[in-house]
């Protein structure tokens, strides 16, 4: 028997040519990964991670997600939390994504824009990444994006771009969700829904 829920809440995201992809990309780093295992503290870039570190509950690990197909895309939160948290956890999330709508801001786009490109460029050490990366942008983009390009498409992601492109994804959506284990007190689909009405 499953001692700890897993759980996913997704809305429709974007494919990898949409417009609107490096907006939610840095808006998905901007959700973070987060495991309770880890020492970051209060120090992430995201503050939903600084939130659940602080409310010491039963949440165990959160990653955001972002997966891009040629047509269409979801973005959302998948998490893994004791039955006790999952309220918390899941009105936390929902409060974090509202907040992306309405208050993001400027200093916090570019602080993960330039964690994101970090991640982006260190990954690319060898020739495997490399060839994988390319072929991935030659089926997306029928080319090679050069890294000055990739460089200055995170830079031109900025707060307003965020609210808008999240605005339009997530407020008075309904949300997928999945999840597995022991859900009893996970709120409904429609208690959920009802927290991204405007």
Wanted: aromatic residues 6%; proline residues 4%.
């Amino acid at each position: 028997e499953m001692q700890l829920a897993h759980v996913v809440l997704a809305v429709e995201g974007c494919s990898w040519s949409d417009p609107d992809f490096f907006a939610l990309k840095v808006a998905s780093s901007l959700i973070g990964e987060w495991n309770r295992a880890q020492a970051t503290g209060t120090r992430s870039v995201s503050r939903l991670a600084n939130r659940l570190t602080a409310a010491n509950g039963g949440c165990q690990s959160l990653l955001s997600v972002l997966t891009c197909y040629s047509d269409t895309g979801l973005w959302g939160t998948y998490f893994v939390a004791e039955p006790s948290a999952l309220e918390q956890t899941t009105e936390l999330i929902l409060e974090e994504w509202r907040r992306l709508c309405t208050e993001v801001t400027d200093e916090e786009v570019r602080r993960v824009a330039l964690s994101d490109k970090a991640k982006f460029f260190s990954s690319l050490d060898g020739s495997l990444p490399v060839c994988e990366e390319i072929g991935r942008q030659t089926l997306v983009y029928n080319r090679r994006i050069p890294p000055q390009e990739l460089d200055m498409r995170l830079d031109a992601v900025n707060a307003e771009w965020i609210r808008d492109a999240c605005t339009r994804r997530i407020l008075n959506r309904k949300p997928a969700l999945v999840a597995i284990g022991p859900v009893d007190s996970l709120p409904s689909h429609e208690t959920i829904t009802s927290k991204l009405k405007t």
